[in-house]
């Protein structure tokens, strides 16, 4: 029974799956029926419309578009379906394009990010400053340039004024003015005039990032118009309404090559943007419209500039930003008749030649593009006090009667800070404005030194020397003689004279040649020129025929700069010392980077500090250099300073006077001359000596003393090792008996020159004396020498053929007379005496005749006379 009831119900089972199964595949059958049935059934429908067209296509268009059939379709059922098909791929397709805009122009959003976009608005004057901070010069390059100031030092009527004529809806919009874009673009599309309309965000945009592209006109401009939106909107989304208002009235143009409402305001009326009045402000915001022909000094401009400045005022009249009454007072200002006349690149400048002079070394070390992108602030190491009081002593040096005088037109100064060698006033000539020459920078001019050189000749010769040559110091006897052979030509000292024996001292405190070309020719003449380069000249004999420059170099025969040579002496003055001599203290760009900045260094040993101890010991001596004057230079109240002067000539006539001074704390070089290199007509070296006194003793007292940098009567301390044998000085290595042996020598009374064969015995005296070989000449020299005599020459006063005295005598009774005949010299009362017997008579004398008294009971007995004359020849006889 079982197995009958097995089978039915499979079979039951199996019906079951298979009504499921046949199920979906019905209900699919039925949606494929139905969707062919509606496809066919509007397909006939298609073509009994078509079959009511006309058959030609112009009639068939025209009969589809008849305003009954045309709006018929859609707002049928059938209609409507496709508008939303239209609209929904619109709608696609405007996104995709949006969305690809943004990813193509997403590298010029990351540039308006904040900071980034403000690195774009950056003033690109580049200001110098001294020290301290004092503005010296805003250097706005030919070109056009901006000065960027802060919100807060912008005035609000300037603010005001910009807003109310330029985009009256600034702080309504969110970048963009739909209308006024539109008009835009068809303006472009259509090649029209420029025309207003954008915002002011969107003309900061085309200013800082689009204004390569905006000469792009027609359909070519269409991408920029494009960017241009995107990066307003981006720009309203990240910075505030005053933000982007002040990056505006940073960047605008305001005519000429002035940029940004600073510059205009400074340019225009001498002021900062911040104290502008209503009339003023207005008169700045109607100049971006057209920079060029509203360009306040373009005379041509004028008539539209003011119309277009009443028109912003009353902008702001209808905006209320200010009052009728403040209308009324600002449209009756006469606004052209008060801008500022029209400025040199220069105007306001202070230390002109020293800023130049900073310039050019910043374009050679920064690069000329970076120095001409401007928007540097470079800090110098010039202190305009001292500065200030540098041009003062100049102009008053040429308005005194010296220069017409002396016959110069020109002068050069330049003062360093001795510890650091940094250059802290400077003039380059008698005044930047003088016509003709005066913008030449006679500081930085290759010109012959004189004499001034020769401290640094004597620092080389004070160096120790080789083990077996002969070391100097301030009393080493250098003979100041002919030595025209050894020099190569004829060798004068300035008076014309030889004084023989001189101490290195006085020969250098007293400006000798000779000696000087001596230490050079005996510490050699290349090893003393690149001394002299080491210390910090190093323009000295590098031009032309200087370069084979041999001992004339000694003396100044060479040329340099002045500022070179000023830190030569201030390697002295640091006691050997090297530091690279340096203008500026920091530089950095306009996102406040510093590019260069100053650091002090130990600096390099040239020559050793006994050696500058000694020039400096020498040329501190007033005692020393009294020949040559008293001057202010050398006795400044309460500074003690190592002086030295030097004078150039040109065929034996002075052309160049030079003064250099220095002290622990400061160092001062002064040039007096001729642009042309004429010839003075007067004077000497010493006449630049108000100027040094007087910027010396100011720079000290009043500006080093009371910041602590020196105290009244500094000196240097004197260095270890140093020999001092009465005021000589002299260095460790120097052995006082190298070289030097004793001797004696045999003068002659008379002429006070060495005693010859024809001396007579009478008329010589030995003196004892030091002997040694001078090093040039290999003569020797002696000294201990008394003044009074001259070893270096023979008596001449005596020769062996010389008539010497006579006498004859005559008796009378008790008494006698004797008759003196004169030889070659004269002969005096004191020369003649007379004896009888061994006995002493006393004479008269009238004329050459010589009276006396027999003694009593000698009456006839001869006479003993002895004469001596003046050149000490004698006569001695008895006679009867």
Known sequence: MSTDKAPKKAHKTTSSRAKKTTRPHALYSNLTQKRKE?????????????????????????????PKRFWGYWFSKEGGRMALKIAGISILVVALFVGGLFAYFRKDLDQIRP????????????KYTDRNGTLLWEDKGDSNYR????????????????????????????????????????????????????????????QVFLSEESGNRGLGGIPRKIKELILAVEIERMYNKDQILT?????????GRRNGAESGAQTYFGKSAKNLTVAEAALLAAIPQNPTVFDPYNVAGHDGLVQRQHHVLVAMKEEGYITQKE??????????????????????IRAPHFVQMVRSQLEKELGKATVGRGGLTVKTTLDVRIQDKLEESM?????????????????AATVADTKTGQIIALMGSRDFSYEGFGQDNAATAYIQPGSSIKPLVFTQLFQQKPEGQQNFGSGTILVDEPIDKIYGSKLQNADRRYIG??????????????????????????????????????????????????????IGGCGLTQVDLVNAYTSVARGGVYKQQSSILEVKNSSGETLKKWTDTAGKRIIDEQSAYIVSDILSDQNASAALGNYAAKRIPGVKTATKTGTSDKGGFAKDLWMFSYSPALTMGVWLGNPDTTILKNGTSSIGSPIVASVMQYAHQEVYGPEGKWKTNDWYAQPQGIQRIGKEVYPSWWNKNQGLSNAKIVFDKVSKKKATDCTPEGARIEVSVTKSKDPVTKKDVYSGVPAEYNYREDDDAHSCGDAKPSASLRKSGN???????????????????????????????????YTGRYPEGSSDGGVSVSITDTGFYTFSQTLQ
């Open 38 to 66: 509606r496809k066919d059934h509007e397909s006939r429908k298609r073509a009994e419309y078509r079959a009511t067209l006309p058959k030609d296509p112009v009639k068939r268009f025209m009969h589809r578009m008849h």
């Open 115 to 126: 900071g980034e976009i403000d690195k774009r608005v950056q003033s690109t004057v580049t």
């Open 147 to 206: 000065l960027v100031v802060k919100s807060e030092d912008i005035s609000q009527h300037l603010k005001d004024a910009t807003v109310s004529i330029e985009d009256r809806n600034f702080f309504k919009h969110g970048g963009l003015s739909f209308t006024g874009t539109f008009r835009a673009m068809v303006n472009n599309f259509t090649g029209g005039s420029t025309q207003g309309g954008s915002t002011l965000t969107q003309q900061l945009v085309k």
């Open 247 to 255: 990056l505006y009235l940073n960047e605008s143009p305001y005519g």
């Open 327 to 348: 209308y009324d007072e600002a449209i009756a200002v006469p606004i052209l008749d008060n801008l500022k006349l029209q400025s040199s690149q220069f105007e306001g």
């Open 395 to 411: 102009t008053d040096m040429f308005k005194s009667t010296t220069p017409n005088w002396a016959g110069f037109s020109n002068g």
């Open 501 to 554: 024996n001189a101490t290195i001292r006085t020969s250098l405190a007293t400006s000798r040649n000779v000696p000087a070309v001596k230490a050079m020719n005996i510490s050699g003449v290349e090893p003393t020129i690149k001394e002299i380069r080491d210390l910090g000249a190093k323009s000295y004999c590098t031009v032309g025929a200087d370069r084979t420059a041999s001992l004339a170099a000694a």
């Open 815 to 849: 008494s006698f007379t004797i008759t003196v005949v004169p030889g070659k010299f004269g002969v005096d009362g004191s020369g003649v005496t007379a004896s009888v017997n061994g006995t002493t008579v006393s004479l008269s004398k009238s004329g050459n005749e």
